[in-house]
């Protein structure tokens, strides 16, 4: 049974760092183009990063220059470091995959992890 599962959230002052992990089991980790996503309440769910197979970096604006994603395939692991911390960063953060035509891989998101970034 393939499954991901997200880690790494918390509370932290604005400034602060975090890293979050996610780690899928069960599939072939290193033919998919991994992602983050983060969903404030009362808000949609937004694209924060992507790393492809190849490991480019694409990013939403709002976070350039401040979070960086990595991938070890080592490990089935995805990475999304987030520095500079800023209060409207608060939101539960998601992982997926996708393949090489873009189509997520996982139609049930996993639980996510809370990001609290307050003082």
């Known amino acids: 049974q393939v499954q991901l599962v997200e880690s790494g959230g918390g509370l932290v002052q604005p400034g602060g760092s975090l890293r979050l992990s996610c780690v899928i089991s069960?599939?072939?980790?290193?033919?998919?183009?991994m992602l983050w996503y983060r969903q404030a309440p009362g808000k949609q769910r937004d694209l924060v990063a992507r790393?492809?197979?190849?490991?480019?970096?694409d990013y939403a604006d709002s976070v350039k220059g401040r979070f960086t994603i990595s991938r070890d395939n080592t490990k089935n692991t995805a990475y999304l470091q987030m520095n500079s911390l800023k209060p409207e960063d608060t939101a539960v953060y998601y992982c997926?995959?996708?393949?090489?035509?873009?189509?997520?891989?996982?139609?049930?998101w996993g639980q996510g992890t809370q990001v609290t970034v307050s003082s």
């Open positions: 790393i492809d197979r190849l490991g480019t970096t």
């Open positions: 997926n995959a996708a393949t090489v035509y873009g189509t997520l891989v996982f139609a049930s």
């Open positions: 069960g599939s072939i980790f290193s033919d998919y183009a």
